[in-house]
């Protein structure tokens, strides 16, 4: 006689269809990473390298502002602590890349952790506004401190190095700015597993009421700061390696816009939303440089205007998404999947 439970035993071996395709897309991706440079030409291995970088960024900037709810203009100026800390222990100790990296990401992660102390007793904009003027004393510092970071001549970094191979293209550059994007990405992804990422959670959802449950406020959000800035400080490396020159005006505050409309537009507090929105807002420029291109015959200087139309398009983009579709393109995407579904069930 057959009992219940074994009924509805499943069958050993057997896999849900959910891990199947999980499973597939793993080793399409992982197909994809080693064949890519290969087959695709330097120019897209040139965006597809600085895509990682800020997917990196927008992911420490999703922890912070999408799953810990705190206001931030100041993912820029960390990025720039991370790319001069890179320049600087390259000409100064030459040590390994790997290690100039780690280095940059907590040099970082300290400036965050002061830039943090307001997040306390202030939020929303008044904290975004804290991050700005930490941004401008940064910003300052990398201009004048001469003796240090050369001013606006700024600094040149060497290729990095692994096992004797000088990363100097993209196409080299890849083998490891990619596999450091996934990395950080895994390890932002589990990270609300644990409970340091539920307690970022909650803090989001109500503070108040989180600090009742026991959850120490100031110790949660310095973490949050820290890992924010720790993640904008390696991608500012990974970028210093890349470009392979760090000035002032690397890091201005319109790229702290840029991250906080990746996030916004791909889906705060969703870290495939992060992804997507990094993708999305850095595939942006260079579609309006291609459409102005077309437009010079008719408008000889189209292409000067492009930085103003770049950042009003950024300002665009935030509102109209903040205001039409809150949850960004990690929403629209399966959204237009059920209405091209819907035909295909009725017929």
């Known amino acids: 006689m057959t009992t219940p439970t074994s009924l509805s035993a499943p069958v050993a071996g057997a896999s849900s269809p959910a891990a199947s395709r999980r499973r597939f897309w793993i080793i399409v991706s992982v197909l994809a990473f080693v064949i890519a440079p290969f087959v695709v030409s330097n120019y897209w291995m040139y965006w597809i390298c600085l895509i ?28 720039g602590v991370g790319a001069y800390s890179v320049a600087l222990l390259e000409q100064h100790l030459g040590l390994p890349f790997y290690l100039n990296l780690l280095l940059a990401g907590l040099a970082a992660a300290l400036v965050g952790l002061v830039v943090g102390i307001p997040s306390l007793r202030v939020k929303g904009l008044y904290l975004a506004i804290a991050t700005i003027a930490a941004s401008i004393i940064l910003e300052f510092i990398f201009a004048n401190w001469e003796s240090v970071t050369h001013g606006v001549k700024g ?15 993209p196409a080299k550059q890849y083998w490891v700015i990619v596999p450091v994007a996934v990395l950080m990405v895994a390890m932002a992804a589990n990270l609300f597993r644990t409970k340091v990422g539920r307690a970022f959670i909650a803090i989001r959802d109500r503070d108040i009421s989180a600090e009742v449950l026991g959850i120490p ?71 309006l440089r291609l459409a102005f291109t077309l437009l010079t015959p008719w408008i000889p200087d189209a292409m000067s205007i492009i930085p103003a139309v770049r950042s009003i398009v950024f300002g665009v983009l935030i509102i109209g998404f903040l205001l039409f579709e809150p949850q960004g393109l990690i929403e629209v995407l399966p959204r237009l999947r059920r209405m091209l579904r819907r035909p295909a069930s009725r017929s």
């Open 155 to 169: 600094l040149n970094v060497p290729p990095a190095q692994l096992f004797g191979i000088v990363l100097d293209q």
């Open 52 to 79: 990682a970088i800020n997917v990196v960024s927008a992911t420490g900037l999703n922890i912070l502002s999408g799953y810990t709810g705190l206001a931030s203009l100041g993912q820029a100026a960390f990025m």
């Open 217 to 287: 406020l100031l110790r949660y959000k310095l973490t949050s700061f820290a890992l924010s800035s720790f993640y904008a400080g390696l991608a500012g490396g990974l970028w210093a390696y890349f470009f392979r020159v760090v000035t002032p005006e690397s890091f201005p505050i319109v790229m702290s816009i840029f991250f906080l409309a990746a996030v916004i537009v791909g889906g705060m507090g969703s870290i495939a939303g992060g992804i997507l929105g990094a993708v999305f807002m850095t595939l942006v420029p260079e579609l």
